[in-house]
């Protein structure tokens, strides 16, 4: 197999920050346009015009909230040249989506909250989200699977979700 | 926000990610975002805790870190606790085994071996170790030539001073090529063919062999060149007879999707796995821990083919005819509201009233896929290209036409039939009133992107929503190939809607679109108006494309 791209100090910074910071920044990208294929591209525009302007950077600032700049301006920018059907917010959807994601800053603190609170939840509540995001059943066929609306299972989904936010909220402002 | 309308968001959020959302659903979700943004917040964090559940699920759910990592710490300190304070344990010298001595009479057989096989054997080792160390030593020689530049596209190397033209030979070596932007593709001596799109970096390793550091690289390679590979930081990808498309993303992770045929896929860090991955099939290789997980196979993620001369990049995608009618090449180039007269065969942007004219066939200079368009009548022959094909079941009309042939989004019909919704408001479509026809020529579109094969002609078609007299609207649609009828649909209405599906073969030189008046009477009454035989037949073909594959 080949050698890394370049063993330099100032890439294997990057790849560092990249690494620890990508996730959240996948997932503001991903907020803003739910299109897995999309989101990708964007991501990876992203971690390129970071690379390409690292000098930028200053060690010590906020890695992510800096590559969330940049995706935000990709991600307009992708949204103007796209004309054919991709699923997109609006612009004024968009803007207020960009003007509330400091919560993506957050994203270590609201793991550490999130494993707290399911430790909260009813029994079944906990199985119903291992269904969901471990064994990645959907909700349709967890409704079959249970002989239930997917209509009802989704309003119980959101009960669980809504449930888990409120309680994240209180422990980070605790 | 009430508690309602929070669960509406959530629902819509999660219907969203699992892609079940309905186009109402997903626009009253886009509504509550653009008015409210504590709900674009409350959407905000609700995704983040999604993908932190789709990211890191065991470690929330089954808390496995802090319970691996507290048992592990646990044990170590207890073990280190242990030998602290534990005494000392005296070992016994162990006795060594007595030997047995019971003897077994063992007689030494000397096989018998001929001079001849002896120097046989000789001769055959040697022969393999020159033969196993001249091949180690043209794959590790550097500065073969092993690969040409065969075209490119906007290219923009990092070596200035050394610039990579059409023609160029490259070498194998430890040379990094770095194609910063634009397109390049390398045709091997073996007759594999590499598309890279950049920013890409990547090393000729051998006669058969590329390296990638990073962007994205797409290999068609032949019978001829099986076995040749992709290597990336963290994965060997062996073509098995096939095409697939390697990105190296800047974080290290590597994508691999089959297209055709099968790959031999190496990868993986501390436990090495070797898999086939098939046609229709992709993975992803983590940088980080060298896992590889199932991805979904994006078909058009790759530049498969470049044509400087044509100036195509094709991503696999189909060759769109209403782009052409636009002045494009098919692929999006196009000007949206450009048409063709079909009375002069001239380019026109503005609109042309009723009028009539003659059944003669207009070759069209301006754009080289269209070969020639008419105005039916069926009153003599009809030639319908330019190499004088006669299409001889052309019905009798009144050579009345109305507007022009119109490169046009369906923005402008967006519910094309009463009942039928046509989710995508920004398809591209070619209008044609009756009595029109256009035929594109085969023969130059093949020439556009050469190595590709015209497989089909597919669209859907109906009549556009805004005529005026819809109840008037009466329309024949007809297809031919080399002037031979394919497909014909006969008395469309408005608020029908059709679907059309043709294989082409690579003899088949040109494609007739035709729309005529459906019989109508040269004058008839409607609600005390005189009415002509084209009235509100306002035809359209909605996506005409041609379906292309690889050779």
Known sequence: MMKEADNSPKYKLFIRLLTANQKRIYGFIYALMPNQAASEDIMQQTSLFMWEHFDDFREGTNFSAWGITIARNLVRQYCRKQKRSLITFDSQAIENLIDQSDVFETQDDQITALRHCFKKLQSYEQEMLRMRYIQRIRVPEIAENLNRTTGHIYRVMARIHNSLLKCIKRQLSS | ?551
């Open chain 2, 1 to 551: 926000m009430d508690e309602k309308e929070i669960s509406k968001i959530t629902v819509y959020t999660l219907k969203l990610v699992e892609q079940t959302i309905g186009p109402e659903e997903f626009e009253e979700l886009n509504s509550i975002l653009s008015a409210n943004p504590d709900a674009a917040r409350h959407y905000n964090s609700l995704m983040m805790m999604i993908s932190n559940f789709q990211d890191r699920g065991k470690e929330i759910v089954y808390d496995e870190i802090t319970i691996e990592g507290a048992l592990k710490n646990a044990f170590w300190k207890e073990m280190a606790d242990y030998e602290r304070t534990a005494l000392a344990v005296e070992i016994s010298k162990e006795e060594p085994e007595k030997e047995d001595k019971t003897l077994t009479e063992i007689r030494k057989i000397r096989p018998k071996v001929s001079k001849l096989s002896i120097y046989s054997l000789l001769l055959c080792s040697a022969t393999l170790i020159f033969v196993i160390a001249y091949a180690h030593l043209i794959s590790m020689r550097h500065g073969i030539e092993v690969a040409t530049l065969s075209d490119s596209m906007n290219a923009k190397w990092a070596d200035i001073a050394s610039p990579v033209e059409k023609g160029t030979r490259l070498v194998t070596g430890e040379k990094r090529w770095l194609l910063r932007e634009g397109y390049a593709e390398l045709l091997f001596d073996n007759q594999a063919r590499v598309v890279l799109e950049g920013p890409a970096e990547f090393q000729i390793l051998a006669e058969d062999r590329v390296g990638l550091s990073y962007g994205k690289v797409y290999a068609r390679v032949p019978q001829t060149a099986v076995g040749f590979s992709v290597y990336t930081p963290n994965a060997k990808i062996i073509d098995l007879g096939t095409e697939f498309g390697v990105q190296v993303e800047i974080g290290g992770n590597t994508q691999l999707h089959v297209l055709k045929g099968k790959t031999m896929l190496m990868a993986g860090k501390t436990d090495r796995v070797n898999m086939e991955i098939s046609q229709g099939n992709a993975r992803k290789i983590s940088g980080k821990t060298g896992e590889i997980s199932d991805i979904c196979c994006r078909p058009n993620h790759f530049v498969r083919v470049i044509n400087s001369e044509s100036n195509c990049v094709w991503r696999g995608q189909n060759l769109d005819l209403a782009d052409i009618v636009g002045g494009g090449n098919g692929f999006g180039s196009g000007t949206i509201g450009m048409s063709i007269d079909p009375t002069s065969g001239k380019p026109s942007s503005k609109p042309e009233g009723r009028r009539g004219a003659s059944n003669d066939y207009r070759l069209v200079a301006s754009i080289p896929y269209v070969d020639g368009v008419f105005v039916p009548n069926g009153r003599s022959q009809q030639i319908v290209s330019s190499q004088g094909h006669l299409f001889q079941e052309c019905p009798e009309t009144t050579g009345l036409t109305c507007e022009n042939i119109i490169n046009v989004t369906t923005n402008v019909d967006f519910l094309v039939t009463q009942t039928q919704y046509v989710s995508d408001a920004s398809l591209r479509a070619i209008s044609m009133h009756a009595n029109m026809g256009i035929t594109f020529d085969l023969q130059a579109m093949r020439g556009l992107i050469k190595g590709v094969d015209i497989q089909r002609f597919q669209s859907q078609f109906g009549i556009r929503r805004y005529a005026v007299r819809p109840s008037a609207s009466n329309a024949d649609f007809w297809v031919l190939v080399d002037g031979k009828l394919k497909f014909k649909k006969e008395h469309v209405k408005i608020g029908q809607f059709h679907s059309i599906d043709i294989e082409l073969s690579e003899n088949d030189r040109f494609l007739t679109l035709m729309i005529t008046e459906g019989d109508d009477p040269e004058t008839r009454f409607l609600e005390d108006m005189v009415l002509t035989a084209i009235d509100s037949d306002w035809g359209i073909f909605i996506d005409p494309v041609l379906v292309l594959s690889p050779k």
